[in-house]
């Protein structure tokens, strides 16, 4: 039942965003009765902070995978981009509420903020070991430290992901990734 509540509860809070979504749509998309709901989740900001837990939580593991698995530095990069506009090519409505809850940006008073600051952590650390990787290589250019080329490399995804979702999501972002990188490299790879 609770994967029939969370695919129901990302279509409701896609289509309507978090302050509009509604127990009894997410009840009815599950195929359940209101009050059966209320047997699995207390409310609707409790079925927001698991359905975030859940999505982020398989994606942050395999993004940590994936980081693993590419040696050369732009091809890990671009998988790990990928697999980031992957993801939202997949959940991108459901993206966009997160947003609209105010989780994206790290607002504690809102449904998952702390929980978007812990996930943020875990996913620039996947990026940070592809840095460390190539600094231990000497391929990145004096000055430029792992942590600080992974905010500013999810700082640019971020960026192209807003632009993707306000646009709304009319083209599969996950074929920019590579340009996404190639852009960013010309200025950290060493020269």
């Known amino acids: 039942y609770r994967r029939a509540i969370f695919d129901a509860a990302e279509r409701v809070f896609g289509a309507h965003g978090f302050a509009e979504a509604k127990m009894t749509q997410i009840a009815e998309g599950a195929g359940l009765a209101a009050g059966s709901l ?8 409790e079925i927001f902070r698991a359905l975030v837990e859940h999505r982020s939580g398989s994606f ?9 698995c590419e040696d050369n530095l732009e091809h890990a990069l671009v998988a790990l981009v990928r697999s980031t506009f992957g993801e939202l090519d997949r959940h991108g409505a459901f993206f ?43 391929q990145l250019a004096p000055g430029c430290t792992p942590d600080e080329l992974s905010v ?3 700082g640019a995804a971020h960026g192209v992901a ?15 990734a590579e340009q996404v990188v190639r852009l960013f490299l010309n200025g950290a790879m060493k020269r």
Request: net charge positive; proline share 1%.
């Open 38 to 45: 209320y047997n699995y989740f207390t409310n609707k900001e």
């Open 96 to 138: 966009a509420s997160l947003m609209q809850g105010g989780a994206v940006g790290g607002n504690a008073h809102k449904p998952c903020g702390a929980m978007f600051e812990r996930n943020h952590q875990r996913f620039l650390s996947a990026f940070e070991s592809v840095f460390r990787r190539a600094a231990g290589k000497g």
């Open 152 to 154: 500013m490399l999810a």
């Open 162 to 176: 807003m632009a993707w979702l306000q646009s709304g999501r009319r083209t599969k972002i996950e074929e920019r």
């Open 60 to 68: 942050l593991h395999a993004l940590a995978e994936t980081a693993l």
